[in-house]
């Protein structure tokens, strides 16, 4: 009897511990967590320029920098140079890394697909960005990929990525049912997808 006690009494505590609120956040990889982590503090400042943000947020690029084999020198002043919304956005795509893709889902820490993703890191930005892939991709939002700055989007189709500002690096949820990750983009593919500023939907509705 004493051995079913602690059996139902250990089960009951896993199943607690599966409940509890916050608990896809908890499981956050270090670099998500870290990305957490300068994205609260820009978001409590308009001053790209807080000597804390900015040594949080280097932080995440110096990481992304070795996993993605950038020169982190110039992945670090890439995004120093973007604007507060670029930095936002890409702070927020990788909070996201790991969670699982789900076609037509946008739960952050728990679920999302391509769009998805793009939707709820220019959201956290504060720009209404526009739900489906297509629409993420209007030729009104078009840059040339020179032109192209860290949380900008790229893609062909239904799938879009965001751009990490250096290379051919990106952040993105592919399709299949794997999960957000990073993605180095294929010259091939560059050379055909096209490239949007999310920043310039705040001159007009689609």
């Not at 995004?79 to 969670?99: G, M, S, Y």
């Not at 946008?106 to 504060?126: F, H, K, N, T």
């Not at 030729?139 to 790229?154: N, W």
């Not at 983009?185 to 560059?190: F, G, H, K, L, W």
């Amino acid at each position: 009897m004493v051995a079913r006690a602690e059996t139902e009494a250990s089960r009951d505590t896993k199943l607690a511990r599966m409940q509890m609120p916050g608990r896809p956040f908890r499981q956050r990889n270090q670099l998500s967590l870290d990305a957490v982590r300068a994205l609260t503090l820009i978001m409590r400042t308009e001053n790209v320029d807080d000597p804390l943000y900015v040594a949080a947020r280097k932080v995440v690029s110096d990481k992304v920098s070795v996993i993605m084999k950038l020169d982190a020198a110039r992945l670090h002043a890439s995004w120093t140079k973007a604007p507060r919304d670029h930095q936002i956005a890409v702070l927020a795509a990788i909070t996201q890394l790991n969670v699982r893709y789900v076609e037509g889902k946008e739960d952050p820490y728990v679920q999302m697909d391509c769009s998805g993703l793009q939707w709820y890191s220019w959201r956290i930005a504060g720009v209404d960005m526009p739900r489906q892939a297509v629409s993420q991709l209007d030729r009104r939002m078009r840059v040339t990929r020179k032109e192209a700055i860290v949380g900008d989007i790229s893609g062909e189709g239904t799938h879009v990525h965001m751009y990490l500002g250096q290379g051919l690096a990106f952040i993105h949820a592919p399709f299949n049912g794997k999960h957000v990750k990073f993605k180095t983009m294929s010259p091939e593919q560059a050379a055909r997808v096209v490239w949007t500023n999310p920043s310039h939907i705040a001159t007009y509705r689609l």
